[in-house]
């Protein structure tokens, strides 16, 4: 069983509020869990209004397929015009974890 996570620190474009902020993380979230069937949630930073970390985890029975979907979800944050992706920090768990 290998578990990998990604972590996005995002700096959010023209946003003035915290209901503004949730029409660009929601949609954001959605995405990911619907193309990729992943794991997907607004982790840290909610007080915020122009700043969110985004959680991604995937579980699989192949490390290659992780790395894979990971990567493509990578893509898809980093390609939003809306926010800057500030960061990523991307971790793999195996069996002998």
Known sequence: ???G??????LLGDVHSLK????VVRPIVAELQRKFAVSAAEVGDQDLH?????????VSGDAGFVSDVLDRC????????EVE???VR????G???
């Open 1 to 3: 069983m290998y578990v």
């Open 5 to 10: 996570t990604l972590s996005f620190d995002l």
């Open 90 to 93: 991307r971790r793999y768990h």
């Open 20 to 23: 503004e902020k949730r029409s």
């Open 85 to 87: 992706l500030l960061s």
């Open 50 to 58: 122009r700043r969110a970390r985004i959680g991604v985890t995937l």
């Open 74 to 81: 990578e893509r898809l944050v980093a390609a939003r015009p």
């Open 95 to 97: 069996d002998e974890d």
